[in-house]
């Protein structure tokens, strides 16, 4: 089977920019996680989707991030305006169908921003 | 507060000798109980799930609800299994909660 696909690999951008990350989970899987690693640290989690709809976003910082799965498969991250601080690895992954089963990670994006 | 501790950011070991990767969690309800792994510049990765009892790898992780503990062990270490390894909470099927990893160091 197909992986979680993301893109792009790596960005830089400046503070105060935008960026955007697009998500593709294993076909059928009902469920996308959209998780932040900033280095040395574990993933934490950023937002949950089952379906289209949001089942935990307690931790996105929602002045400047936002996130939507449309159809209920592939996923968008935005972070506008950006901070030093998102510098970090953004890794999707998604699970079928509860977290029960694990998880199955993309290869992530690295964001740097200076 | 759900929480995953993992006490050792590094751990160094020769070939061939065992390696035990600890892992300590708060929860007050029923977990469930996962390693994954991240070799050098691959994708992190879902080793082995307390639930299956299973071993992947020569790895074995016993859940230990007295300690709270689900430790990581394999008897005699490779140089292959050199990784990032994280341990990670689930909790009501839906919320996973990972820890801050441990880098395992096979030396030759």
């Known amino acids: 089977e197909a992986g979680v696909a993301q893109s792009p690999r790596y960005k830089i951008i400046e503070k105060r920019q935008s960026v955007a990350f697009w998500c593709n989970p294993i076909?059928?899987?009902?469920?996308l996680y959209w998780y932040q690693q900033i280095l040395g640290q574990g993933p934490k989690l950023l937002i949950q989707f089952q379906n289209n709809g949001v089942v935990d976003d307690s931790q996105l910082p929602k002045d400047r991030f936002s996130a939507e799965r449309l159809k209920g498969v592939d996923s968008t991250l935005k972070i506008q305006p950006a901070k030093l601080e998102d510098s970090a690895v953004y890794l999707c992954?998604?699970?079928?169908?509860?977290?029960?089963?694990?998880?199955?990670f993309g290869s992530g994006t690295r964001l740097t921003v200076v | 507060a759900q929480r995953v501790t993992q006490p050792e950011k590094l751990l160094s070991v020769f070939k061939g000798a065992p390696v035990e990767l600890k892992c300590n969690y708060s929860y007050s309800g029923s977990p469930e109980l996962f390693w994954y792994v991240q070799y050098s510049r691959q994708r992190l990765q879902l080793l082995l799930r307390?639930?299956s009892r299973e071993s992947i790898k020569g790895f074995t992780a016993d859940l230990n609800k007295g300690e709270t503990s689900f430790h990581l062990k394999k008897p005699f270490a490779q140089e292959e299994d050199s990784a990032m390894y994280y341990c990670a909470l689930t909790t009501g099927g839906f919320k996973t909660i990972f820890g801050a990893g441990t880098r395992l160091f096979v030396k030759a």
């Open positions: 076909s059928g899987h009902a469920t």
């Open positions: 992954a998604s699970s079928f169908p509860t977290a029960n089963y694990g998880y199955t």
């Open positions: 307390h639930i």
